[in-house]
């Protein structure tokens, strides 16, 4: 077990998804399902044999800096190993191009679940493949912002840290002065720690699934869709499950999961509420939680929309249920719609509502966690900010208070957030340009934008009022969308990182 530990870690994550092609085929089985069950079958011998021979050829290599060569697996991760995992797949379904595959591959690995094909011309095997990849990719990425980003201050850690960005890329010491901790280490210590929790939650919630309507092969998928953000279906989305507001209410409270770090006690071996309750991620998820649906419920009662329904009780209880439960699942950059959504765009009287769910998509949720987006973090310490230098507008030379970390947060965490949302903001106009170069109208380049680099594929089909289908995009347009995909989930923060002279310095 040592000796596989040695190995590099893109090396163990090839071989983490050839054992991972061995589970479809046994549903394939089960269902008799014979093509996808050789592809899945054939594939998993044939790269569980290449991984054990890159292994062999790799496992005396050691890296100079450990933290630095993970960082940079990551970002191989998602770009190489995606084809990897997209044989099987086209293999499986033999009616695409391998571009298409590999499309899907990256959607479900980064989990941003926008898909090239629709429910019914997927069998159910490819269905649980797409859904397994964007599970084990939303772990990859709750153990890895833990491991590797929050020791080098990345991924929305440097909000709250005194260091620089991207300290201990380099050789020597790293944090606080120390000795850095080998990354080999914390990564096998975190995945060992949290997988029981992730494998659990998602267990759980698909019992209540089952249990409230949903068959065990669409219960599963969303269960595993939910906790990794993915919002991947084999029905198309909530509105093709059965187990109907019950199982919305149920996945409503696993959203908790993508809000805050906290909900999984990362800074403690035991759970407070207390701590939970203050926890700066948790109170601004609440509050746009409330606001959002309430401006859209609202809206019919003062006097923006004129329908004769006031007195329809159900139907406010659904339109009221629906702006919660989008709200919070775009929040989270999950994407899930309610089925009651049709009926808040209704009762708001909004011609466009799913432009809000793109902006809490970019907003996005909690630092390590599955979500993307800007994360929640870095909107509070901007928030902080500007309120403090509106007081200071007041009172010139009055003092902030509340301790040396708020201090933290409101000054050089907010210039670092500041940062981070300009760098969002030219990669967003920067993908919208090259989507437009390639074909797209204005209205596809920048809802796409907003869908890719927030990893929320979902986007794509609530914003406008026709969905938006990229299945007949051409080839260059679907390849700056897997790059932009890549670029939402690793963050642009990451990619500088790499580019650091430093990284390359002997």
């Given at each position: 077990m040592k000796r596989v530990l040695d190995l590099p870690l893109f090396v163990i994550l090839m071989g983490l998804g050839a054992v991972m092609m061995f589970v479809p085929v046994f549903h394939a089985v089960a269902v008799r399902d014979w093509l996808p069950a050789r592809s899945f079958f054939y594939s998993g011998v044939l790269f569980s044999i290449l991984t054990t021979l890159i292994g062999i050829a790799t496992v005396d290599i050691k890296p100079r800096i450990l933290a630095r060569s993970h960082l940079s697996a990551l970002l191989a991760t998602f770009v190489v190993l995606p084809a990897m995992l997209a044989v099987p797949f086209y293999e499986g379904l033999q009616t695409t191009t391998f571009l298409n595959a590999y499309f899907e591959m990256v959607s479900s690995l980064t989990t941003t679940g926008l898909t090239l094909f629709a429910p019914d011309r997927l069998p159910d095997t490819l269905h649980l493949w797409r859904a397994l990849i964007g599970w084990l990719g939303g772990f990859l990425m709750w153990v890895a912002a833990i491991a590797i980003m929050w020791p080098l201050n990345l991924g929305g850690f440097e909000v709250i840290s005194n260091k620089e960005v991207g300290a201990g890329m380099g050789a020597g010491r790293g944090l606080g002065g120390q000795v850095q901790v080998d990354a080999r280490e914390r990564l096998v210590s975190y995945a060992a720690r949290f997988f029981p929790i992730y494998a659990g939650l998602t267990l759980l919630l698909w019992l209540g699934l089952v249990i409230l309507g949903d068959n065990?092969?669409?219960?599963?998928?969303?269960?595993?869709?939910?906790?990794?953000?993915?919002?991947?279906?084999?029905?198309?989305?909530?509105?093709?499950?059965?187990?109907?507001?019950?199982?919305?209410?149920?996945?409503?409270?696993?959203?908790?999961?993508?809000?805050?770090?906290?909900?999984?006690?990362?800074?403690?071996?035991?759970?407070?509420?207390?701590?939970?309750?203050?926890?700066?991620?948790?109170?601004?998820?609440?509050?746009?939680?409330?606001?959002?649906?309430?401006?859209?419920?609202?809206?019919?009662?003062?006097?923006?929309?004129?329908?004769?329904?006031?007195?329809?009780?159900?139907?406010?209880?659904?339109?009221?249920?629906?702006?919660?439960?989008?709200?919070?699942?775009?929040?989270?950059?999950?994407?899930?719609?309610?089925?009651?959504?049709?009926?808040?765009?209704?009762?708001?009287?909004?011609?466009?509502?799913?432009?809000?769910?793109?902006?809490?998509?970019?907003?996005?949720?909690?630092?390590?966690?599955?979500?993307?987006?800007?994360?929640?973090?870095?909107?509070?310490?901007?928030?902080?900010?500007?309120?403090?230098?509106?007081?200071?507008?007041?009172?010139?030379?009055?003092?902030?208070?509340?301790?040396?970390?708020?201090?933290?947060?409101?000054?050089?965490?907010?210039?670092?957030?500041?940062?981070?949302?300009?760098?969002?903001?030219?990669?967003?106009?920067?993908?919208?340009?090259?989507?437009?170069?390639?074909?797209?109208?204005?209205?596809?380049?920048?809802?796409?934008?907003?869908?890719?680099?927030?990893?929320?594929?979902?986007?794509?089909?609530?914003?406008?009022?026709?969905?938006?289908?990229?299945?007949?995009?051409?080839?260059?347009?679907?390849?700056?969308?897997?790059?932009?995909?890549?670029?939402?989930?690793?963050?642009?923060?990451?990619?500088?990182?790499?580019?650091?002279?430093?990284?390359?310095?002997?």
């Open positions: 065990a092969f669409t219960a599963v998928c969303h269960a595993m869709s939910v906790l990794a953000t993915s919002a991947i279906s084999p029905v198309g989305g909530l509105a093709g499950s059965t187990s109907g507001i019950g199982g919305e209410a149920l996945i409503f409270i696993f959203f908790a999961f993508a809000i805050s770090r906290k909900t999984f006690s990362l800074d403690s071996t035991t759970f407070k509420l207390s701590t939970f309750q203050s926890d700066s991620e948790v109170r601004l998820g609440a509050f746009f939680a409330v606001l959002i649906p309430s401006l859209l419920f609202l809206r019919h009662w003062i006097g923006a929309y004129e329908v004769d329904d006031e007195s329809d009780l159900l139907g406010a209880f659904g339109a009221l249920w629906g702006g919660v439960f989008s709200t919070v699942s775009f929040l989270t950059t999950t994407g899930f719609e309610s089925a009651e959504w049709q009926t808040a765009r209704n009762w708001s009287g909004l011609q466009t509502p799913g432009l809000i769910l793109a902006g809490l998509a970019l907003i996005g949720g909690g630092v390590a966690t599955t979500a993307g987006g800007v994360k929640l973090l870095r909107v509070y310490a901007l928030y902080k900010h500007g309120v403090r230098e509106m007081e200071r507008l007041v009172h010139p030379h009055s003092v902030g208070g509340s301790g040396s970390i708020a201090r933290q947060l409101r000054r050089r965490g907010a210039f670092v957030a500041w940062v981070f949302a300009m760098l969002f903001a030219l990669a967003f106009a920067a993908v919208a340009v090259l989507l437009a170069a390639a074909g797209l109208n204005f209205d596809q380049a920048m809802v796409l934008s907003v869908a890719s680099l927030s990893n929320t594929g979902p986007v794509a089909a609530a914003v406008l009022e026709q969905p938006i289908d990229p299945a007949g995009f051409s080839a260059l347009a679907k390849s700056i969308l897997c790059a932009a995909m890549v670029l939402g989930r690793l963050e642009a923060l990451v990619i500088i990182a790499l580019l650091n002279p430093e990284f390359w310095r002997r």
